[in-house]
């Protein structure tokens, strides 16, 4: 098994999939029961401690945006094999740890076959509140984006991170080709990774066109 870490909101150096491994053409697709056949939608377990009713709202949001979107198509459930921590535990099974700069961290879990990638796992792993790093100071839960730069806006985090279920990197020419829509529309899957956190940065709740293109064609 290769495991894939799609690492967002770090300061420094965005970490996509390292550009120089052979990376297959799509489809790559989730494979849940190891058939060989694609699946027509993937199960979010929004497990873990900390998990409230707005944060579910949030959750919920950032799927349903993948869902309508795009042909990824995930769901919430109540339990399952795929899940989305709150509780900034160890997050990869290679070792990589969920550094003190992390915000949310996705780990995709993928075995390379001859054209594709049975992507049998992600999970996706946040900071509890009282751990956020400096400068940021907390997530935001409403349903409005907050007007303070310190708060970090949670439904947007988390429809970045769904994005990297479906093995796309965080500045799109790395795995699907595509230019990003920078400037104020720099959000989502094409998103800039800084070390100010300002309002403008990592709070969109909608997905670009880069987004809804790259992930039908990789899904």
Same mark, same amino acid.
Not at 87 to 106: A, I, K, L, R, Y
Not at 180 to 185: E, L, Q, S, V
């Given at each position: 098994m290769i495991v894939v870490a799609l690492c967002a909101f770090a300061s420094g150096s965005p970490s996509p999939v390292d550009a120089s491994h052979s990376v297959p053409s799509p489809p790559w697709y989730w494979d849940l029961g190891n058939d060989g056949d694609a699946d027509a939608a993937v199960p979010v377990? #929004? #497990?873990?401690?900390?998990? /409230?009713?707005?944060?579910? $709202?949030?959750?919920?949001?950032?799927?349903?945006?993948w869902a309508s979107g795009t042909d990824f198509d995930p769901y919430y459930v109540g339990s399952g094999s795929q899940k989305v921590y709150r509780?900034?535990?160890?997050? =990869?099974?290679?070792?990589?740890?969920?550094?003190?700069?992390?915000?949310?961290? /996705?780990c995709t879990?993928?075995?390379?076959?001859?054209?594709?990638?049975?992507?049998?796992?992600? $999970? /996706?792993?946040?900071?509890?509140?009282?751990?956020?790093?400096?400068?940021?100071v907390r997530f935001w839960y409403g349903a409005a984006h907050s007007s303070s730069e310190t708060d970090v806006d949670f439904q947007g985090t988390a429809t970045h991170e769904l994005g990297h279920w479906v093995l796309l990197g965080d500045l799109g020419p790395v795995l699907y080709g595509t230019s =990003?829509?920078?400037?104020?529309?720099?959000y989502t899957m094409c998103g800039e990774l800084t070390s100010n956190f300002d309002e403008e940065s990592w709070r969109q709740r909608s997905l670009t066109s880069d987004d809804i293109n790259a992930a039908n064609a990789v899904y």
């Open positions: 377990d #929004a #497990a873990g401690s900390g998990w /409230t009713s707005l944060a579910l $709202d949030r959750l919920h949001g950032a799927i349903d945006e509780d900034g535990t160890e997050p =990869c099974e290679d070792g990589t740890g969920f550094e003190p700069e992390d915000v949310m961290v /996705t879990y993928a075995t390379f076959r001859t054209t594709y990638w049975d992507i049998s796992g992600s $999970d /996706t792993y946040a900071q509890t509140d009282a751990h956020l790093p400096s400068p940021m =990003c829509n920078y400037g104020t529309g720099m």
